[in-house]
Nanobody, 121 residues
Framework: QVQLVESGGGLVQAGGSLRLSCTAS????????MGWYRQVPGKERELVAT???????NYGDSVKGRFTISRDNAKNTVYLQMNSLKPEDTAVYYC???????????????WGQGTQVTVSS
């Protein structure tokens, strides 16, 4: 059974930094894309950043230049370094991964349970 477990959320003042981590566990054969999305009540979930296995990254417009996504393939872990945080970054952040488990031929998309990030003004 695959699980994505996030950590690193919390409360921070505007201008501060946080680092989120997400580790995929289970009998995993390979991981293609990993990423972060966020959601606030009443709004749709939005892209924060993604990174594919080759290292190419993609960022949502609102976080470009402030957030950095990276991954450690050996640890099946993706990170999100968030700098210069703003109150509007407050949301539940969800980890996402496209991965293939041992014995399967197709990739399946998984979500973590979410971690709260709150930025105070």
């Amino acid at each position: 059974q695959v699980q994505l477990v996030e950590s690193g959320g919390g409360l921070v003042q505007a201008g501060g930094s946080l680092r989120l981590s997400c580790t995929a566990s289970g009998i995993i054969f390979s991981i293609n894309a990993m990423g972060w999305y966020r959601q606030v009540p009443g709004k749709e979930r939005e892209l924060v950043a993604t990174i594919i296995s080759g290292g190419r990254t993609n960022y949502g417009d609102s976080v470009k230049g402030r957030f950095t996504i990276s991954r450690d393939n050996a640890k099946n872990t993706v990170y999100l370094q968030m700098n210069s945080l703003k109150p509007e970054d407050t949301a539940v952040y969800y980890c996402n991964a496209d991965l293939r488990t041992l014995g399967r031929i197709s990739y399946v998309n998984y979500w973590g349970q979410g971690t709260q990030v709150t930025v105070s003004s």
